[in-house]
């Protein structure tokens, strides 16, 4: 079965960095449309970057617009793993973050599978 497991979420500083890595198993994971969520308390979860197949070796990647900029995409197709860069990271990016695999629109429903996520607390 498919499943997804992220890890590298912590506790730092505003202004600082952080990367989180998404290992995935039981899918041919080159062609899959990759993404990453976030859940903060009392909110909803949320869109916050995709990574989608587009070509031989092309990929394409999609941004929220309060990330934009400051957080980047990507993955190592020989590892299986999807990452998520974040840098200059705020008090407003604390969440906890999930990685999504199978779909394509920056909504949830749209998702077939999905991390346990990893919490991300950034303090001021």
């Known amino acids: 079965q498919v499943q997804l497991v992220e890890s590298g979420g912590g506790l730092l500083q505003a202004g600082g960095s952080l990367r989180l890595s998404c290992i995935a198993s039981?899918?041919?994971?080159?062609?899959?449309?990759m993404g990453w969520f976030r859940q903060a308390p009392g909110k909803e979860r949320e869109f916050v970057a995709r990574h989608t197949w587009a070509g031989t070796g092309i990929y394409h990647a999609d941004y929220a617009d309060s990330v934009k900029g400051r957080f980047a995409i990507y993955r190592d197709n020989a590892k299986n793993t999807v990452y998520l860069q974040m840098n200059s990271l705020k008090p407003e990016d604390t969440a906890v973050y999930y990685c999504?695999?199978?779909?394509?629109?920056?909504?949830?429903?749209?998702?077939?599978?999905w991390g346990q996520g990893t919490q991300v607390t950034v303090s001021s």
């Open positions: 999504a695999a199978g779909g394509y629109q920056q909504t949830i429903s749209d998702w077939n599978y």
């Open positions: 039981g899918l041919t994971f080159s062609s899959y449309a």
